[in-house]
């Protein structure tokens, strides 16, 4: 039943990470063709906007080091221009990998907090910023699609609370570069609604306007969908969500999965809120990659709607 809520927007565009940001927490590689598999069936259910891979270096991120061989097989994707795909890139050199394949939207990733620039990036805050400059702005040259991820943004597992003055600063950086939009990560889940509202309105002071933000919830404390319901609220319509749930971090062991792609559909379809997804067949996509990784979804939208296991019959 769909029962609107006043000052939310109309439409929310879901920026599906689950082939990227899931698959690369995955402790068994997941086989190239079923990566693409997976892939085809997001943009079937109607997901505009497709995480693809990284471009990252093999020995760093072992799970998506299939990159060359997989981008081509999304090309009938590209080419009907319905669906971006997205990779991520670290440096010039994973930037070339990518704009070699024909990407035409990357992101790069930073973070807001110097312990994880060390752990994830092996370079200081302001050193990462140097790294992603000449990247964003052969990127732009190209005119490419240019996303800043934002890591840490609300807590570290070593730094403890990020205070949102540090995280503000950091995302302006990135945006001067510039970044056609930010994502805002909750690494390790640790946000709350009113935290949400008061590091965006300080991106607002600081120039950063809504309409260039996305967020990116985990769900360690159960907090992702309220933390989205906040931004929102705010006027945020760019969401990342994982299909099935999936995801964490390599490099931060408390991060626990993303938003799940099909709660975040649920929660959209009942306050009438365009996404263009069909959650039918989205949680059916789930459901068919859970087999593949041979361990239930965890998302409770997939678990609700999808069918137990028929018990076999037995003959007296």
Not at 34 to 57: C, D, P, Q
Not at 143 to 171: I, T
Not at 230 to 247: K, P
């Amino acid at each position: 039943m769909k029962v609107p809520a006043p000052d939310l927007p109309a439409r929310v565009r879901i920026h599906e990470v689950g082939a990227r940001d899931g698959l690369q927490n995955e402790k068994e590689t997941v086989p190239t063709e079923v990566k693409a598999e997976f892939i085809h069936r997001l943009a079937a259910a109607g997901l505009s906007t497709i995480e693809a891979t990284s471009f990252v270096h093999p020995k760093w991120v072992p799970q998506l080091a299939d990159a060359e061989t997989l981008f081509p097989l999304l090309d009938d994707i590209a080419e009907a221009r319905k669906v971006s795909l997205p990779v991520l890139v670290p440096n010039e050199r994973g930037l070339e990998r990518a704009l070699a394949l024909g990407a035409r939207s990357i992101a790069v990733f930073g973070s807001a907090t110097e312990t994880f620039a060390a752990r994830n990036l092996n370079r200081t805050v302001d050193e990462s910023l140097a790294m992603f400059e000449p990247v964003v702005a052969r990127a732009k040259a190209e005119k490419v699609h240019v996303r800043g991820y934002l890591s840490m943004c609300f807590g570290d597992p070593w730094e403890g609370a990020v205070p949102v003055a540090q995280v503000v600063k950091v995302a302006k950086a990135l945006m001067d570069l510039g970044c056609d939009e930010l994502s805002l990560g909750d690494t390790i889940g640790v946000a709350t609604p009113g935290h949400v509202r008061e590091l965006l309105k300080a991106l607002n002071d600081s120039g950063v306007p809504t309409s260039s933000i996305g967020v990116h919830f985990h769900d360690t404390y159960g907090q992702a969908l309220s933390n989205t319901l906040a931004a929102l609220q705010h006027g945020v319509t760019t969401v990342d969500a994982s299909a099935g749930g999936l995801g964490g971090c390599p490099y931060a062991k408390s991060a626990t999965g993303n938003l799940a792609t099909e709660d975040l559909v649920w929660m959209l379809n009942g306050l009438g809120i365009e996404t263009n997804v069909d959650l039918t067949a989205l949680t059916a996509t789930s459901a068919w990659l859970a087999e593949h990784l041979g361990r239930p979804s965890p998302s409770r939208t997939v678990r609700a709607l999808t069918p137990p296991p028929s018990s076999p019959s037995h003959k007296e």
